[in-house]
């Protein structure tokens, strides 16, 4: 049974940072580009950041290209995700993701994680 655990989420103020991670098992993401998205209340699922299989290449989303990199470290299983400067308007549930192969575009997601809330106060 495969299974994506993302954690450290949670408060912070406007400014602060937070360091998400996500550790799957039932599977070697090192087969896998694997990224972030998010969804806010009343809001559309929107991509956050993608990294190709060996990570030597990545992409962010406009609305934080700058302030959030996403990273892995494969002999872990772990992707991460380093929110800095953050604004009101990041808070979300964020989700954890895994394509099998190493086309960087998350079209099509194999396996989703559960999300772990976070919430920006001002």
């Known amino acids: 049974q495969v299974q994506l655990i993302e954690s450290g989420g949670g408060l912070v103020q406007a400014g602060g940072s937070l360091r998400l991670s996500c550790v799957a098992s039932g599977i070697f993401i090192s087969a896998y580009t694997m990224g972030w998205f998010r969804r806010a209340p009343g809001k559309e699922r929107e991509f956050v950041a993608a990294i190709n299989w060996v990570g030597t290449d990545t992409q962010h989303g406009d609305a934080v290209a700058g302030r959030f990199t996403i990273s892995r470290d494969n002999a872990k299983n772990t992707v991460y995700l380093q929110m800095n400067s953050l604004k009101v308007e990041d808070t979300a549930v964020y989700y954890c993701?895994?394509?099998?192969?190493?086309?960087?575009?998350?079209?099509?997601?194999?396996?989703w994680g559960q999300g772990t809330q976070v919430t920006v106060s001002s």
């Open positions: 993701a895994a394509k099998l192969g190493n086309a960087l575009a998350l079209t099509q997601v194999d396996y």
